[in-house]
Every structure is written in C-alpha cells, then in structure tokens.
C-alpha cells in the first residue's frame, strides 16, 4: 500500500507551494466530501518508492471549528498518515510550532519543513536547525517553496520517517498541575475503554476533550461505553475552568505557548522583536489624528487622477463615437438602403447616442478602477477600514459599517450584500440604508460630465466634494437613524489583521481593473443598451396626435413623464423637462442619466458625413487623437502633484456640454453652474437604480425598500434645494 | 504577558481593533501579541472574520450588469479586499 502523507500548516505558511513542488504535475484537485473547500492530491517516489500526498486546509491548531480546520483535524484522527509534514514559516516560529506540538501530541510521525528560511535570514531571524530539530526530537528541513530549494531533502526526510515504521511516543507537555490532575483522572478512566484507541493515544484524545474539539467530542460519544468519559471530559473542563480562571482550552493553549516559547528560548531562536517597517507605516497612516487627513489626502489624489488624467482619453473616446463610428453606420445603413428611417434614428439617436455616450466614460472608471486596485493591493485599504471604524464609531455608527460602504465606490449591489458581514439585524438594516449615499462608479461619468461643463479648472475637487459629501450624509443619518427608529447596541470586537505594506503586484492589480471595468462595458452592452432604446421608444411614441416616430420630443411619452416630474424639480434648478427625464431614466442606472443626455440634447447625429477622407482617413484620426490624448494625459500627471503643465480651463465644449451648459442656464434663470452642483446632489443622493432596489428589498424586505425609495428622495431633494435656494440668496453661481 | 488577557481585552474591545492597538493596550508589542492571537486561534476561540464584502448567495440583481457572466461571489469584480480579521468565536461546551 502507498504511505499517505499529510502536508499540515498555518494558513500562507507556504504549504500548498510545498505541495506543488513535492507533487510536481501528477496530483488532482477536487472537493473534500461534502465540502466546498478544494482537495490536492498527488504522488511522488523516492528512490522508486511511491508516496501519496495530501494537502491539507490551513490550520493554527487541531481544535476544529471551521470546515478546514475541522477537515484538517478529521483527516489526521481518521487515516493516521505514516508522515506529517507541518509546514512552518520561518518568519514566525511560534505560530507554526503550536501546530507541530499538537500534532506530535496526537502521536503522529512528523517532519517539519522550515518554510521561507530566505525571507528569515534576510530578517535576521535565522534558525539553528541542528538546534531545533534536537529540541523536538523530529527531523526539521529547511525549506524554501517559491525556489523549490530544500524539496528533495524533504522528500528524503519523509522517506526516512517513513520507512523507521516503529510507533513514536507521543510529546507530553506538562500542563501544570490543576490540568494534569483532571486530565490524569480521564486517562486513567480513558485506558478502561479500549475502543477510543482508534482517536489516538488516550492523553491527546482526553486534552481534545477538555479543550472541546467537536470531532473528538462526537466520536467519542458515538463509541458505546465512551458517553460517561465524554460528559466526565465536560465537568472536568469546567473544574478547570473553575479553579484555573480561565476556560480549559485557553488554559492548555496557554501551556502549549510556554512550551514552545521553552523550545525558542533553548535554541536561542526568538531573534529581533522590533517593528518591521510595516508597523512602522501603520502607527501614522492609522493614527487617530493623523489617519483621517492622510485618507482624505489619498482620495484626492485618487480622485485628480480619475478625473483629471483620463480626461483626454474621455475627449478621444467621445470623438472617436461621434465621429468616425458614427459616420460608419450612416454609411452601414446606407449601403442596405436603412437610411433615413426609423431604423436610422434607433441606430442614431437611441443606440449610439445612448450607449455611446456611456462607452465614452470607460477612461473615466479605468482610473477609479486603476487607483482602487492599487490602494487594495498594497494592503492601504485595510488601513481606512480601521481610520474609518473610529471616526464612524465616534459619532454612535457601528464602525465595521465602513467595509460594506467602502464596497459602495464600486458598486450599490454587492455593498447591500456586504452588510451580512455585519453582526445584527439591527446593524445590517441601518448600514443597508447608508450605503446608498456612497458615488459608485455609475455616478461617476454623471460627477464627470457636469463637472467639466461648469467647474472645468476644479473638476477633481468638485467630484471629490460629491464623494466626501455622501460619506457626510451617510454619517448624518446614520447618526438620526441610531438614535431613532434603530438604537445602537454594544458593537462585536473585530481585530484587523492587517496585511503587510507592499508594491502592488501588477497581475492582480490588472485582474481587479480588467474585471471592473468589463462589468461596466457589458453593462452598456446590457443594461445601458436595453435603456437607451426603451428611452428612444418612448420617445418615438406620441401623446395625442401624431404617428410612432413622428412626433416632436416634447410631445413623446418620454417628454410628456418627464414634464410632469420636472414641476418637482423646479424649485431646484434644474425644472426642465430633460433634466427630469435623464434623472427618471437613471432608475434604470446611474449611466443612464448620461446616455438619455446624450440622446435628448445632441443625438449623435455626425455632422459631416463627407469630411472624413473615406475609411483608412478616419483610421488615421482616430490613431492621431490618440497619440495626442495620450500626450495630453502623460501632460496632466503632474497636476496631480500640483504641477500644471495643461491649461484645463481652455478645454473646448462638446456638442453635449453646450447644450448642457445652455439647458441649466435656463432652467436656472441664469444660475446654470449652481443648477449644476444643486443637480449633482440631487443624483449623488436620490433613489438607487433598480438593482440595488431588488439587492435591497432581498435583503430587507418590502417595507423597507420603501422607506429607503421615499426617504432618499426627500433626502436628494431637500439637499438640492438648500444648494441651489441658499446658493442663490449668497449670491454664488 | 498571558493568553488570557489577549482574549479578555478582545472581549472588551468594541468594533475594528488592530493587531498596533491590542499590543498598545497590553502594553505589549505587535510581535509578541500575534503568537498569542495564532494560539487562540489554535484552541477555537478566535477565527477567521468577516472583514470583506461578503459573497452574494443565490440570485445577484446586477447579475444583468455582468450580462449573465457573473463569475461568483469570490471573484464579483465589485467586491473589495480589505485583508483579513478575526472574530471571537463562542465559548466550546463540548
């Protein structure tokens, strides 16, 4: 029969790296029985003999509670591997050592690899290995997985423990003396019964009781006979727990710590405790003065680069759309005599202007996209969750509500579902309301278009004031809602473990930002697409008289909704009929409110159809704008610092931002910038699209839902109306 | 400095608290206090914690977004990493 061997180990101690090299191409992955969690299997031979290796879940230690650790604990208790190989990092012993003490505990035949001795050394953390391996009494390999170096002496060591074959004697710590009188007493009652020689030696099967190892606990109780053992096992750990102070398995963790901390101490191998730099960074990036300032200083670098520095490609797309693609599927349509139709105008006005004028935004949300992915990858985002906890917490917030409105910058819909990180009901529905009130990317092409139209030289601040705004919001009824219909209670502890600073590694950085940002052009794909034409449908359809596609817009179904919403709206600034109707169709998405701009003021209808030097003459413009945003954008990274190369303010309008420009000077009476900013509030805090309304009402219910619908529309219009009314009477815009 | 105070201070912590904080309150230092949190860990009191955005479970309403590709709840795009936590977890009774 084949020796089984069992790779153990703390969780990114390295052991499936270890994995791969000792199994080389020949393993298999599949599931663990009746698990989610993946199973690698594989072989390999030594000297011709063959070995079956099993990687087991990560795990600190062999009392199970999750499903790896109780996978990891079943799989050792149940096949007795003739090796386990406990996978140990270097860089901290302590931890990968408690494991090893358990498992040597539980009488099991061990080789330990020394995992990541490169990293150790570089530390100065280097082991004696001659040393420990004499303090443990078991062989100890020096390993280093990413470069395979050490692998075939630890196949070897294997081979050797293997082949000795004789039982080894279980490690015994002492445990002091009010556990060791309780666990003497079960042992001696445990040597009565033996049908729980197959747990293991009666010592380690009596310590798992006490510490309350399930497994153990219903294994045990499934043996006939074992019952009176498993509820003496109970009263003996509350004994324990009674006498020592402390509950019985923190007790004997605590013992197994001392253990090991002896085993260090006699290797003279605890090496330098002071700060990695890492620490060093944490103390004034999460400092509670210095945290906020330093967050809201990243976001608006974050947000400079968004909106600033993709800027030209944002130009160069929305030529590229208006110009040459359109004039191809004029000349498209012409060529299958479909000119000058209905087919004309929903190729036209609905599909291109529509999800064309989105398309346009992709730079836009690259960038948001490109930044977040950074910040995530370089473990800072870690860091605001815990700046942000304190100061959300300061004013009566849970802080953990920040995980989930963090995931709001990205998206509604999956930051509704993050509220089930939280602990209660109570909690899950007030940050469920909150997280609306954060930009997602959606919003952002919306920031970015107004924006440009009337704050050109401060576009970046402007939309940083609209992110920090909804975070303010969120705060503010945050704080009503916790003191109202949904009281705080004592919130649960969360220790971060925050990850280690490092240079953002460009493959997962490139996987984050190519995965946002074709979410978000399949959305135009989809969403925007089925939007835009459900909006140009509307459109073609008259109220009253006139026929299907012949009817002024004003007089459409589409103009005739949204003059009755833009009485509303009036008293905000921007009370025309296609400011109300791009709000009405941003239900559907936040996009939407560009697209149905696009349509409504422009249509995309290309100019000159003739002007562009046939199909190779577009090809050149379209390779030449890029050339030149590319060298606008390389121009404008040094903005970000502060050093201003570009002149912004001279940036010449497009078609849309004129008409846009035009539409809010007049429903404003001349007040058009305010409008602008009273009308970026209004779509900053108004009613999510439907996905996240659904999201909701799953999560939530209907009641709710309703609540949120209402209460967020009163919220979005109360706050334009104190833009826009009180604007007016200080005289700005 | 002993196990036991590690795991009562986490219990009178409230919300996020980080590895920096802990040792600070112990009067410790992050090196000595993440063996103790690896060793509560080991003994169950301590787990893995809900510090990300949370996989959806069935049906995703903006599945439509991801036009019918949603590629799962580990690899939604519009999920953010925030590294990891730990929770306390319920007192073992056998």
Redesign the interface.
């Known amino acids: 029969m084949t020796p089984l061997v069992a790779i153990a180990g703390?969780p990114n101690a390295g052991k499936t790296t270890l994995f791969n090299h000792l199994a080389g191409a020949r393993h298999t992955v599949g599931n663990w029985p009746g698990q989610t969690v993946e199973r690698h299997e594989g072989i390999f031979a030594v000297n011709g003999e063959r070995f079956q290796v099993v990687d087991l879940p990560g795990?600190?230690?062999?009392?199970?509670?999750?499903a790896e650790?109780s996978i990891a604990t079943g799989f050792l208790s149940r096949n007795h591997p003739a090796v386990v190989v406990t996978v140990v990092d270097a860089t901290?012993l302590?931890?990968g050592l408690?494991?090893a003490a358990?498992v040597a505990e539980a009488g099991l035949r061990q080789v330990v690899a020394l995992n990541m001795c490169d990293v150790a050394d570089r530390r100065g953390l280097g082991v004696d290995v001659a040393a420990l391996e004499g303090a443990l009494g078991m062989p100890v390999v020096p390993t280093v997985a990413r470069s395979g170096k050490g692998i075939p002496e630890l196949r070897a060591a294997v081979a050797a423990v293997a082949a000795a074959g004789a039982p080894v004697s279980p490690l015994v710590i002492d445990y002091g003396p009010v556990i060791e009188r309780h666990l003497g007493a079960l042992v001696e009652a445990a040597v009565e019964c033996p049908e729980l020689d197959g747990l293991g030696p009666a010592r380690w099967t009596m310590l798992q009781?006490l510490?309350?190892?399930?497994q153990t606990?219903r294994a045990a109780e499934s043996i006939p006979g074992a019952g009176d053992l498993?509820a003496a096992?109970?009263r003996a750990?509350e004994a324990i727990a009674a006498e020592a102070?402390?509950?019985a398995?923190?007790?004997?963790?605590?013992q197994?710590?001392q253990w090991?901390a002896g085993v260090l101490d006699s290797i003279g191998g605890r090496g330098p405790?002071?700060?990695t730099w890492s620490?060093r960074f944490?103390?004034v990036l999460?400092h509670r003065w210095l945290g906020l300032p330093i967050f809201l200083a990243v976001m608006w670098v974050v947000l400079r680069v968004t909106a600033d520095v993709t800027a030209p490609y944002l130009n160069w797309v929305q030529a590229t759309i208006s110009g040459p693609v359109s004039r191809w599927a004029m000349m498209g349509l012409e060529a299958v005599s479909l000119d000058g139709g209905w087919v004309e105008s929903l190729v036209v006005e609905g599909v291109l202007a529509g999800v064309g004028g989105v398309l346009a935004f992709v730079p836009v949300l690259f960038g948001l996209y490109l930044m977040?992915a950074v910040l995530?990858?370089s473990?800072y985002?870690?860091r605001t969750?815990?700046v942000m906890?304190?100061t959300m917490?300061a004013v009566g917030i849970?802080?953990?509500a920040f995980?989930?409105m963090?995931?709001g910058?990205?998206?509604t819909?999956?930051?509704i579902?993050?509220?089930?990180?939280l602990d209660s009901p109570r909690d899950r529905l007030l940050v469920g309301l909150l997280t609306p009130f954060m930009s997602c990317g959606a919003r952002l092409p919306v920031y970015v278009l107004l924006a440009g139209v009337f704050f050109v030289g401060h576009r970046s601040t402007v939309v940083l004031a609209m992110y920090l705004l909804g975070i303010v919001v969120a705060i503010l009824i945050g704080l009503v809602l916790s003191r109202t219909v949904l009281r705080e209670r004592?919130?649960?502890?969360?220790?971060?473990?925050?990850?280690g600073f490092r240079l953002p590694d460009l493959r997962t950085v490139w996987s984050?930002v190519k995965?946002?940002t074709?979410?978000f052009v399949?959305?135009a794909?989809?969403?925007i697409l089925a939007a835009s034409v459900g909006v140009w449908l509307l459109l073609a359809i008259p109220i009253g008289s006139g026929s299907f596609g012949d009817t002024g817009v004003e007089k459409s179904a589409f103009g005739g909704t949204s003059k009755a919403m833009a009485v509303v709206l009036k008293p905000l600034g921007f009370g025309e009929w296609e400011q109300a109707g791009a709000l009405l169709s941003g239900l559907v998405?936040k996009e939407v409110v560009v697209s149905t701009m696009n349509q409504l003021y422009t249509g995309e209808r290309p100019a000159d159809q003739q002007g562009s030097g046939g199909f190779v003459g577009d090809l050149r413009e379209i390779g030449s704008s890029f050339l030149g945003a590319s060298w606008d954008t390389l121009r404008a990274i040094p903005a970000v610092v502060g050093l201003q190369f570009v002149d912004s303010t001279g940036e010449d309008s497009t078609a849309l931002q004129s008409a846009v420009r035009a539409s809010f000077e007049e429903s404003s009476g001349g007040h058009g910038a305010l409008a602008g900013l009273a009308f970026l509030v209004f779509v900053l805090l108004y009613t999510p699209c439907i996905?996240?309304l659904?999201?909701f009402r799953?999560e939530f219910g209907t009641r709710w839902m309703g609540f949120m619908v209402v209460g967020q529309f009163l919220v979005a219009w109360l706050g334009a109306f104190a833009v826009f009314q009180i604007g007016r009477l200080v005289g700005w815009g | 400095m002993k196990l036991v105070e590690v795991l009562r201070e986490i219990e009178r912590s409230s919300g996020m608290v980080t590895v920096a904080d802990l040792a600070r309150r112990l009067g410790s230092t992050p090196e000595e206090v993440r063996p103790m949190l690896a060793a509560l860990q080991a003994a169950g009191r301590i787990g893995p914690g809900r510090a990300g955005s949370r996989p959806v479970e069935g049906p995703c309403p903006a599945a439509g977004s991801c036009s019918g590709a949603c590629p799962g709840p580990v690899d939604c795009p519009w999920a953010v990493g925030f590294g990891s936590g730990l929770e306390l977890r319920a007192r073992h009774t056998g």
């Open positions: 703390c795990t600190y230690g062999l009392v199970a509670v999750s650790e901290s302590s931890s408690h494991l358990q009781l510490a309350g190892d399930e606990t498993v096992g109970r750990a102070g402390v509950e398995e923190v007790a004997l963790a605590e197994r710590l090991v405790s002071g700060p620490d944490d103390r999460t977040l995530e990858d473990g985002m870690a969750a815990v906890d304190r917490r849970p802080g953990k995980l989930p963090m995931v910058f990205g998206c819909v999956p930051a579902y993050a509220t089930r990180t004592h919130p649960t502890p969360l220790v971060m473990v925050l990850p984050l995965g946002r074709w979410a399949k959305g794909g989809t969403v998405a996905a996240s659904a999201a799953h």
